[in-house]
């Protein structure tokens, strides 16, 4: 009878290590999963703001544009053609940006570029799952639009800032611009 008890006694001891043993497998796959969702919350919320910021910045890029547009017509007739064409390709990126899908008309160039050193000098993606490629094929379009939007942005300020200095001169009364520097200078000083 003993050694049914020790028995007994031995086997609720490895079913209550096995219990034990299952609480604890699940309490790690518990965080686990939270981790993850954590994670790709981060994730989330990271892209969310990137996207974001692009979007303010190609709001910002249009206003140039039309600000451009605008001091273009102050020196020239205004072209019905010319006005019908730039409010519609306006129309055409305020559509495109404001619409969630990624821009499909992108430097080819470029991306066959990022492609060959993805290639060849990052680690191999085949262990990656489905939503990590796509988020990493996100950032790499992300990236290439990132400084194409640098370059538009550049040349659309010094754009304006040349065309603003031009109509600055332009609007000068026509004594200013006649006199010479040395009669400037012999203008009493307030």
């Known amino acids: 009878m ?5 028995d007994v006694q031995f086997q609720d001891d490895i079913q209550y290590l096995l219990h034990l043993e299952a609480v604890k497998r699940f309490v790690e796959e518990k965080k686990n999963v939270y981790r993850q969702v954590e994670e790709h919350v981060r ?5 969310k703001l990137e996207y974001k910021h692009e979007f303010e910045r190609l709001v910002n890029l249009v206003t140039q544009v039309k600000l451009c547009s605008a001091m ?10 010319y006005v019908t064409n730039v409010s ?9 940006i404001s ?3 990624r821009p499909i008309d992108l430097d080819e ?15 191999p993606r085949t262990k990656l799952t489905k939503q990590q490629l796509s988020y990493a094929n996100n950032r790499e379009t992300l990236n290439s639009l990132r400084t194409m ?3 538009a942005e550049n040349d659309f300020q010094k754009t304006t800032l ?15 611009q006649q006199q010479s520097p040395q009669e400037t200078n012999d203008l009493p000083s307030s």
């Not at 003993?2 to 020790?6: N, W």
């Not at 040349?162 to 200013?176: F, G, H, K, S």
């Open 2 to 6: 003993t050694e049914s008890k020790d």
């Open 43 to 47: 994730n989330y919320i990271e892209a």
């Open 72 to 81: 273009e017509e102050q020196k020239k007739l205004i072209d019905v053609k």
């Open 88 to 96: 519609d390709q306006l129309s055409k990126i305020c559509e495109k």
């Open 99 to 101: 619409s969630d899908k």
């Open 109 to 123: 160039h470029t991306l066959d570029e990022f492609k060959l050193q993805l290639e060849k000098e990052q680690r």
């Open 149 to 151: 939007l640098d370059k």
């Open 162 to 176: 040349a065309a603003i200095n031009q109509l600055t001169i332009d609007l000068q009364p026509p004594t200013m």
